[in-house]
């Protein structure tokens, strides 16, 4: 099995993740941010250097998304443990997370498990919807860093806008599941 550069950089996220989380729980806001931000620049980089450097990969392929699941559950969970003044995470958004990720994670190896083959391009909503994720956290963990207050309009705008984000991504992955389970069994 060939680890790519591309694919050590997801790697790096996967590895990092934890330590995001430690540093959120422990309200170190300034560590917190520059692990995010170094999190984040790996989820660039990783999928600038496969392209650029053409070291696309089913290994790369199928971490990138986990690592990415494994990022935003994380801080999402992390974030919601350490609720105070600034932002208030509401439990429902927490648990929608976590269950669209993993029911995204359980389709996947059904449709691959069906077929022996997945492709796990994302669409154009789909990174849409994961930028907004990373916005989102990017802005309470930075808010939280340096002492950034935010009215609550703006909090909540950004919470609803990333809930309809998953809402739209949630059902464009079930068409296309659906689409791609109906294929095979035509054939």
């Not at 974030?79 to 105070?84: E, I, K, R, S």
């Not at 995470?89 to 927490?94: A, D, K």
């Not at 860093?145 to 990333?162: G, T």
Request: include cysteine; charged fraction near 10%.
């Amino acid at each position: 099995m060939n680890v790519t550069l591309a694919t050590w950089c997801t790697i790096v996220r996967i590895i990092i993740t934890p330590f995001l989380v430690q540093s959120i729980i422990y309200s170190d806001w300034q560590c917190a941010s520059i692990l995010f931000v170094c999190a984040v620049f790996t989820d660039f980089l990783d999928g600038f250097l496969a392209r650029i450097l053409h070291q696309k990969t089913v290994l790369g392929a199928c971490l990138d998304p986990i690592a990415d699941k494994f990022l935003i559950v994380a801080c999402y969970t992390a974030l919601w443990y350490v609720q105070n003044g600034s932002f208030y995470l509401p439990w429902w958004f927490v648990f929608f997370v976590f269950v669209k990720e993993i029911m995204q994670l359980i389709s996947a190896y059904i449709i691959f498990s069906s077929q022996l083959f997945l492709d796990v391009r994302p669409t154009l909503f789909g990174k849409f919807a994961a930028v907004m994720h990373m916005v989102f956290i990017g802005f309470m963990i930075v808010s939280q860093a340096y002492s950034i207050v935010w009215s609550c309009e703006v909090y909540e705008m950004f919470l609803y806008c990333v809930t309809c984000c998953m809402i739209v991504s949630s059902v464009q992955y079930g068409m296309i599941g659906y689409q791609l389970l109906q294929r095979w069994r035509a054939s």
